[in-house]
Structures are given as C-alpha cells and as structure tokens.
C-alpha cells in the first residue's frame, strides 16, 4: 500500500479500521433509532480515505477531511473507479487554520480522528472546528 497513488479495493479491506469506531456509531445509531445510512460521518485527518470507504461498505453516510490535497486527490480517485456517486462530494480540505473547506457548519452526527491529533500544532483550532 503506497500512499502515493490511488487505493485499491484490496487496501480499503485490510485497513485497520479502530473497531472501537464502529462500536459508538453502532451505539449512537441504535439509540437514535437511525439507519447506518442516515448517520453521516467524518474521519478527520481521512488521508486517502481507506478509513470513509470501509465505513461506506458497512452502509454508513462517510466524508472525510485533511490537510493534504494530494491525499485527497488520490481518495477522490478511488471513489471514481468504484463508481462512488458522491465522489467529487466524499472528501474535503482541511485549511491552514483547521476549517473545513465545502463542508456545512454542524453537519455531521459523529466525527472521528484516528493517528492524526498528536500531529496537530494548534490543537484548540481543532477543537473549535470539530
């Protein structure tokens, strides 16, 4: 797995997605009544997106957000060849002072980071975003 090209569907399956972040949507989900396609998620600090196209697989609503563009573009890239509907809509920047970029304020139900807050420098601007 290069994290200089596009994902393969064999890496999305071996990524070693946190089971902790299954088991709270699966939590908020069943106390909210909903189906795992109306909780909408947001991996902060998403790379290329392995982490949102394992949570799309298991039926969830999954964007994800990060600094690197060139990351993103090879995210958005998979998310083409799989014939992602909401491709161009699935990933999105993170600016120079940790805002999301194209994304509504107060739009998803549960936000998730996994390896990426100890690399933050201004971890208030985070918080506030988030």
């Given amino acids: 797995m290069s994290k200089f090209q596009s994902p393969t569907i064999d890496d999305v399956r071996s990524y070693p997605l946190n089971p902790e ?19 909408r998620t947001l991996d902060w600090g998403c790379g290329r997106g392995e982490a949102v196209a394992r949570l799309l697989d298991e039926g969830y609503d999954a964007m994800g957000a990060d600094i690197s563009q060139e990351a993103l573009g090879y995210g958005t890239q998979y998310f083409r060849n799989i014939g992602d509907a909401k ?10 002072q940790s805002r999301l970029i194209s994304a509504e304020a107060a739009s998803f139900d549960y936000i998730f980071s996994q390896t990426v807050l100890e690399h933050v420098e201004h971890l208030d601007h985070v918080a506030a975003e988030l």
């Fill in 87 to 96: 491709a161009e809509e699935r990933l999105h920047l993170i600016d120079s």
């Fill in 21 to 39: 972040i299954t088991r709270y949507l699966e939590r908020y989900r069943s106390a909210r009544g909903l189906s795992r396609d109306a909780v």
